[in-house]
C-alpha cells in the first residue's frame, strides 16, 4: 500500500518565528564578523600606541644624553665638552670591530651601542636606536620591531661638527603624504634627530635576525620605506645636506612611525642642566657671553705681553674661504697680514714672523705652519681659557692642543676682533695711545688697543642658519660695527646685544689691562 506523504504545515504564527529566527542568525552574524574587525582594529590602535611610547621614551633618553654630555665625556679629567651633542646610531661596527679585533677594549660588540663614529664630519647618519649607550632596554614598538634613529651631522658626537650653539639648525624636513611639510619649513625650525617605529616587514622587505635582542639586519631598506619620492632610509649624503623623511597614513606600501627632536626643544633641555664646574667660565659656574670673551681677550693680552714689541696679532678673516664642513675648523681661523679688524685667530704665524722675535717654542713657528707653536690658544698664553676652551692646562702638554670639545671652538663663529694700528705687528714698541691717540683705537669715546666683541643673539633682520649667513658680519653685529671690523676702522660705537672685552696698553713697559664691557680704562 502506498505510503501517504507527510506535510509539515507551517501556520502563520510560526512563519513569523522562522523568519525572526534567520534574522537573529544573520545579526549575530554580522555581530561576530563587526566583533572580529573591531578586535582587529582595536589591536592596531595598541600597537600604534606602544609604537609612540617606545618612541617618546627614545626622545627623553636622547635629550638626557645631550644635556649630559659633558660629564658622560669626560676625557683625561679635562671637562670642557659642549652639551647638545646626541650620539651616533648604532651601525653595527661596535659589533664588527669587536669580531675582527677580539682584543680592542674600545668596542663592545654589543648591539644597541653607539658606534664610535658615523660617516664623514657633517653628514647625516642612521642606524639601530642605540639603547644600550643611553643605559634602557630596547624600546620596541607595537610589532616587536626595535626602533631605528638618523642623526643631524650638526649635531652628532662623532666626528662632531666644528660649531654648536643655539645658531645651529638640524638637517632635516619632515613631510606628510599630501607635500605638507611638518618641520622644517624655516632653517631654524629643521628637526636634529629623527625616530622611526618600522613596523611589520612590508613586500620586499627581509629582515632575517641572526643575533642579539634586535635584529642584526643593519640595512634601514628592510625597516624603512620610501613614498612619494622620498626615502625614509637614505639620509642626505652630503655635509650639512638636507635630508627629507615623510610621515604619512598606514598602507601597503608605507608602516613607518616618526617622532622627531626639534632644535628648540633640544634647547629647552639644555637650559635645566645644572651648572656645574664641568662647565664653568666664571666665579658663579655660568657659561657665559661676558667671561668667554673676557678669558678670550686675556689670551690676547698675554700674546703682547710676552713678546719684545708688546705688539697683539693680526685678526683672522670673517668669510673664511673654507667650503662644508670645514668651513669653520680651527685651521681656517689664521691670522693675515696687515688685516686689522676679523675674527679671533687661532693661529698666529704671520704675526709672529711680521715681529721677528724669537719666543721659546715660537721659533718654530713661521707663516702656514700649523704646528701647536703658532696658537694663540698655548698654555703660556691662556692659563685662564684653556680648561674650559677644551684646551690644555700647562701641565697637559701639546699632545691635547687641538682640541674640538671645548666651548671656545663651538661659539668662536661669535667672537669679533679689531686691534689698532699702533699695537698690529711690528718690529717697534707698541704705541702709547697718550701721546699718539691716531695710533689706537676710539670705542665709546675712550681709547684701546683692541678690541674682543662677542655677538648676541640674532636681532631682527639677522641669520646664522646657513653657512653663507655666517660669513658675513653684519648677521652678528649692530649699528656700523660690522662695517669697522670689516675695514679695520678706528672708531666704535657699540650697541645693539653685543658684549666686549677691551685691551689698554698704558706705555710700552707696563702689562696690558683688560678692560670688561670696554669700561674707562
Known sequence: MARRAHRIRILPDQRGAALLALFALLLLGGLFWFAHLAAGFNRAAVRDLLGDHALAEAKEALLGYAAAYPEIRLAGGRSAYVPGHLPCPDTGSSIDDKEKNPEDLNASGLQGT?????????VTAIGHFPWRSLGIPPPRDGYGECLW????????AHPKADLLNPDIPGQFEVQDGAGHILAGKAALERPVAILFAPGPPLAGQD?????????????????????????NATPNPGPEGITQVIAASADERFNDRLLWITRAELLARLEKRPQTEKDVFDADNAPTARA???????????????????????AAAIPLGRAAPNTFENDAFFDGKNRNGGRLPFLTSFSKKEM????????DCVPENKNAACRLLRSDNCPEL??????????????????????????????????????????SPAADCALTPEDCLRVNGHLYAAILIYAGDPLPGQSRATPAERQDAAN???????????????????????????LA?????EPYRLIPDCRMP
Not at 635576525?209 to 620605506?225: I, P, S, T, V
Not at 679695520?488 to 658684549?499: E, F, V
Not at 696698553?505 to 713697559?509: E, K, S
Open 386 to 427: 684653556l680648561p674650559v676652551a677644551g684646551y690644555p692646562t700647562p701641565t697637559d702638554g701639546e699632545s691635547h692642543m687641538d682640541s674640538k670639545d671645548g666651548w671656545l671652538d663651538k661659539w668662536k663663529d661669535h667672537l669679533f676682533y679689531l686691534v689698532a694700528p699702533g699695537f698690529a705687528p711690528a718690529q
Open 292 to 314: 668667554l670673551t673676557q678669558r678670550a681677550a686675556a689670551c690676547l693680552a698675554r700674546f703682547g705681553d710676552n713678546n719684545a714689541y708688546r705688539r697683539l696679532p693680526w
Open 207 to 231: 629582515r632575517a635576525a641572526n643575533r642579539q635582542e634586535c635584529r642584526g639586519n643593519y640595512d634601514a631598506r628592510q625597516f624603512l620605506e620610501a613614498l612619494d619620492g622620498i626615502d
Open 149 to 156: 634613529y638618523a642623526v643631524s651631522g650638526s649635531h652628532k
Open 476 to 502: 652678528y653685529l649692530e649699528g656700523e660695527t660690522a662695517t669697522v671690523i670689516e675695514s679695520g676702522g678706528q672708531t666704535l660705537a657699540l650697541s645693539g646685544n653685543d658684549r666686549a672685552a677691551c
Open 505 to 509: 696698553l698704558p706705555d710700552a713697559t
Open 114 to 122: 653607539e658606534a664610535p663614529t658615523c660617516g664623514p664630519k657633517g
Open 356 to 363: 721677528d722675535v724669537t719666543w721659546g717654542a715660537f721659533k
